[in-house]
């Protein structure tokens, strides 16, 4: 009787120990998906719209915006790729699946609730290729 209640204790503990594995490596995945989005904002945009709220110089902030709230992904990535204002383009930077990212980043941290833009749907908004300044980061 106690072999029974030990291999089924055991296969108790095994199988917690794969979950708990299993979360930790997807909490991990996560975590380093959300670091790498995080380094695109800052390879792309954080230099002139900062990291929070709180406006840098002339430029918006890209948080706590009750128009990217409004807008969604679609307008954020049009934006991004051509440019505005005294904004720099980043069709000749970011690449259709860069903006993807941004776009609906952005858009979710604004709270818009529309659907997700995709890489195909972005490339559909690229300027022209001699439209667009060819710039490396």
Request: proline content about 7%; aromatic content about 6%.
């Given at each position: 009787?106690?072999t029974g209640y030990r291999h089924d204790r055991a296969g108790r503990l095994t199988t917690a120990l794969v979950v708990?594995?299993?979360?930790?490596?997807?909490?991990?995945?996560?975590?380093?998906?959300?670091?790498?989005?995080?380094?695109?904002?800052?390879?792309?945009?954080?230099?002139?719209?900062?990291?929070?709220?709180?406006?840098?110089?002339?430029?918006?902030?890209?948080?706590?915006?009750?128009?990217?709230?409004?807008?969604?992904?679609?307008?954020?990535?049009?934006?991004?790729?051509?440019?505005?204002?005294?904004?720099?383009?980043?069709?000749?930077?970011?690449?259709?699946?860069?903006?993807?990212?941004?776009?609906?980043?952005?858009?979710?941290?604004?709270?818009?609730?529309?659907?997700?833009?995709?890489?195909?749907?972005?490339?559909?908004?690229?300027?022209?290729?001699?439209?667009?300044?060819?710039?490396?980061?």
């Amino acid at each position: 009787m106690k072999t029974g209640y030990r291999h089924d204790r055991a296969g108790r503990l095994t199988t917690a120990l794969v979950v708990g594995l299993g979360l930790a490596l997807s909490h991990l995945s996560a975590a380093t998906a959300t670091e790498a989005r995080d380094d695109l904002y800052a390879t792309l945009c954080a230099a002139c719209h900062g990291h929070g709220t709180a406006p840098v110089g002339p430029y918006p902030p890209l948080f706590g915006s009750a128009t990217l709230a409004t807008a969604g992904p679609a307008y954020i990535a049009i934006k991004a790729l051509q440019g505005a204002g005294n904004m720099f383009p980043l069709c000749g930077m970011a690449t259709d699946e860069e903006v993807t990212r941004l776009a609906n980043d952005l858009a979710r941290a604004n709270g818009n609730a529309q659907p997700a833009i995709t890489p195909e749907e972005v490339a559909a908004l690229r300027p022209a290729a001699d439209e667009c300044p060819d710039v490396e980061y």
